[in-house]
């Protein structure tokens, strides 16, 4: 059975910080893994979609990488803003024989806090 | 383009009761999938559809269930509301099984 763990599950930074948001998943045998932002109850939005055979993904300040040997990825955030306070969740499908099922694995998610 | 949209947005049942959920994934997308949202379990996968037919369903009792129509609209059901129900519930959609899942804003369920 598939677990994604995300460490740390609280973080408080000043405005300007580079920071880094944690994954792990126990099963290496992933299609692909997304980032997702969850604004207080809010929907979902999506920030970035790695699939397995890549190892990382940009998107404006936001750097995502995928070490599916390892069963890790990272959310790398440049130049933190107050507008990035969210609850950031990585969620992971599984690998059915070259196709994907599209049910995801949650973590539990990181709340991040940036304070001007 | 328009995003997913759920409806509606607020529910407010007594248990024993039950419920219909809407949701309308953005247009040409054929796979929806569905999740519930709460404080201490976090998401969990209740099941996906494609082409009108479910392809996978996560652990829950039969009191859940769902279906898509032909223009990949989807609905699920909960019937004989418990408390433990009350949830924050997600639809997400996508072009195809394994890319990127876009979500909904949710549907608030409260049963009392």
């Known amino acids: 059975k598939q677990e994604v763990t995300q460490i740390p599950a609280a973080l408080s930074v000043p405005e300007g910080e580079n920071l880094v948001l944690n994954c792990s998943f126990t099963?290496?045998?992933?299609?692909?893994l997304q980032w997702f932002r969850q604004d207080p109850g809010k929907g979902l939005t999506s920030l970035l979609l790695i699939q397995s055979s890549q190892r990382e993904q940009t998107s404006g300040r936001l750097n995502a990488s995928l070490d599916k040997s390892s069963g890790r990825s990272t959310l790398y955030i440049a130049a933190s803003q107050p507008g990035d306070s969210a609850t950031y969740l990585c969620a992971v499908s599984a690998n059915a024989g070259g196709t994907s099922y599209g049910k995801l694995t949650f973590g539990q998610g990181t709340i991040l806090t940036v304070h001007p | 383009k328009a995003g997913v949209t759920q409806t509606p947005r607020y529910l407010i049942k007594t248990r024993g009761q039950q419920v219909t959920l809407s949701c309308s994934p953005i247009s040409g997308h054929r796979s929806v999938s569905w999740y519930q949202q709460t404080p201490g379990q976090g998401l969990q996968f209740l099941f996906e559809y494609f082409s009108e037919t479910q392809r996978n369903k996560g652990n829950f009792p039969g009191r859940f269930s769902g279906r898509q129509f032909s223009n990949s609209r989807s609905e699920m059901n909960v019937s004989t509301l418990e408390l433990g129900d009350s949830a924050l519930y997600l639809c997400a959609s996508s072009w195809l099984f394994g890319y990127e899942q876009y979500f909904g804003p949710g549907t608030r369920l409260t049963v009392t």
């Open positions: 099963d290496s045998a992933i299609y692909n």
